[in-house]
């Protein structure tokens, strides 16, 4: 099988829903869509890259088509077991170690780890993203970032969010970041900050590893032109079984979210687990399930989660305020010119990104400055 027959393969039509097959729960789904994926690459002829079929890594040598197909292997194998661990055993523990051992492999099969090759989205310095919040009382940035540690109470288990464990939460427009939190309109609660990354920051770049669906740009970017073949092919190829079982819709009405092992795994892999002679991982781009396949913002529409490094007793995490840059706030009724009240969401949301992007950024304290003595 050619590069350019398997990336035109239906398997990679995303998201699945494994409620529409005749599997009975997610796991066996999964596992099944492992399998065929796995039967795909284990087919693949030899991938030309710079007029070579061999990668040259640090510890060795490996035909390309080789090194996929073993790396698809072991994170199927790991996610597999995760899975089992999670859902058979109700351990969480177990599963993150099985997920983690098999990203990572020992030093002898570092040359294939998955851990080595998933695609990673590094964000641009003047990438910009964007955060809503809604309150009745005007916020300040700080408020706009992550839930201070000292209220984790108050973080709710979501696809990309472990209860308890503060989280930064940002959208590619303001728009996607809207739809994003479900508001019904935007109204005059609501209030928006644009981040980006500090580029003098002694903890950049900020490295996310990419779970967006992007089959559709791989596939306009590679098929008939294999002379573009490079690593990032390699890589998409290598992360697709986690960017399959990370985005399966869930069922609103059950309490259990089997869809949510994954991508939690990944977060708590992320914050906790990272090797250490691996490059640093500080969270994880991933699809909106807000915006259609068929809209064409779709490739551009992305969110981003970004744990906190560490744990703190209260206040910002100190990684993350040096990383990211924030502005103040800006709320519709901030404005330069009023919006009439039936004013659609989407030019609503256009135009308050555009009252952002004048805005300064600044630097946060990771704790509240002390109020002076009167």
Known sequence: MTVEELLQDPIFTLPKNWRDSSEPSYYHFVTRTLGQYFELVKRLEPIVIDHRTEYVGRLGVLP?????????????????????????????????????????????????????????????????????????????????????????YLVAPQRFSIAGQPCIYAASSVNLAFKEIRATSFGLTLHAVKLRVNPVSKYAPVVLVDLRNRVEEVRATYLGKPHRYDGQLIKFLVTWPLIMAASIPTEPKETFHAEYIIPHLMLEWIR????????????????????????????????????????????????????????????????????????????????????????????LAPENEPTPAQ
């Open 272 to 363: 906790s687990h990272q090797p250490e002679n691996a490059p640093r991982l500080d969270g994880i781009a991933f699809s909106s399930s807000r915006v259609s396949l068929t809209d064409p913002d779709y490739l551009n529409a992305y969110n981003v989660v970004i744990p906190v490094h560490h744990w703190e007793k209260k206040g910002l995490c100190p990684v993350r305020t040096s990383q990211l840059l924030i502005s103040a706030p800006v709320t519709r009724a901030m404005l330069p010119v009023a919006l009439p009240a039936n004013t659609p969401d989407r030019e609503v949301t256009h135009q308050v990104q555009l009252a952002l992007e004048p805005l300064e950024l600044h630097e």
């Open 64 to 152: 390309y088509a080789e090194l996929v197909c073993k790396a698809v292997r072991q994170l199927n194998i790991g996610i597999t077991r995760a899975l089992q661990a999670y859902i058979d055993k109700g351990s969480p523990s177990i599963a993150m170690a099985e997920l983690a051992k098999n990203l990572v492999l020992t030093e002898v099969e570092q040359l294939y780890a998955p851990a080595s090759h998933l695609s990673l989205h590094i964000l641009r310095e003047q990438e910009t993203l964007y955060r809503l919040r809604a309150d009745n009382l005007p916020l300040q940035p700080r408020e706009m970032f992550h839930i201070p540690y000292e209220k984790s």
